[in-house]
């Protein structure tokens, strides 16, 4: 099956610790996407990627970092800097930054901080 | 961007038809309009995009008056399942896609 692997599930950081999101997708799409969602709100962009080897920041982007070295793969760190990190985390791509095609996205990681 | 305006919530009785109605006064010339449904603790799912007019698929109608400063997501004869929150983007080519808070709804029995 195409489609977008989100992992882990669940994610426990302890205080001062970087984690990584992995985000993994089989359908050949070159734009792909990190949102942050808190209880009750919409989501919010951290960072998006056109295409391999490009990134720009979201909205709020500060205490992440991401990398874009395979089509198929956009990780994200939540490093040590972000203070709140404990939200519900979404990847998303579409076939192209330059369309209207609509968004997959993957089943999300909640991350909490111990 | 497009900002969008809708109604925070919701409530439906099963079998009753449900209208959401997004806002959005300033949508440029090249932009559609694409209408998201998300479930708890789940990735939101693309459900109906359209430019203009009236657009329908399995699950959903989605009306555009001459104007486009407004939109209108129609459920035919909601369900429990279709509890869900529902957004409403407007501007998708060559932007950063943007989710406000979306519209809360709730089917009761």
């Known amino acids: 099956d195409g489609g977008i692997t989100q992992s882990p599930k669940y994610l426990f950081r302890k205080e001062g610790q970087n984690v990584t999101l992995s985000c993994e997708q089989n359908?050949?799409?070159?734009?792909m996407y990190w949102y942050r969602q808190d209880p009750g709100q919409g989501l919010r962009l951290i960072y998006y990627?056109?295409?391999?080897?490009?990134?720009q920041k979201g909205d709020i982007a500060e205490g992440y970092s991401v990398s874009r070295e395979k089509k198929e793969s956009f990780p994200l760190t939540v490093t040590s800097a972000q203070k709140n990190p404990t939200a519900f985390y979404l990847c998303?791509?579409?076939?192209?930054?330059?369309?209207?095609?609509?968004?997959?996205f993957g089943s999300g990681t909640q991350l909490s901080v111990l | 961007l497009a900002k969008t305006t809708q109604p925070i919530s919701m409530d439906s009785y099963e079998g009753q038809e449900v209208n959401i109605t997004c806002s959005h006064n300033?949508?440029?010339?090249?932009?559609?309009i694409t209408w998201y449904q998300q479930f708890p603790s789940q990735g939101p799912r693309f459900i109906i995009q359209?430019?203009?007019t009236k657009v329908t698929n399995e699950v959903a109608s989605l009306f555009i008056p001459a104007d486009r400063k407004s939109s209108t997501l129609s459920l035919p004869r909601v369900s429990l399942s279709d509890t869900a929150v529902y957004y409403c983007?407007?501007?998708?080519?060559?932007?950063?896609?943007?989710f406000g808070k979306g519209t809360r709804l709730s089917v009761i029995a």
């Open positions: 983007l407007v501007g998708v080519r060559n932007t950063p896609l943007v």
């Open positions: 990627s056109q295409i391999v080897n490009d990134f």
């Open positions: 300033n949508i440029a010339t090249n932009d559609y």
């Open positions: 359209g430019y203009k």
């Open positions: 998303a791509s579409r076939t192209s930054y330059a369309t209207n095609e609509k968004l997959f």
């Open positions: 359908l050949n799409h070159d734009a």
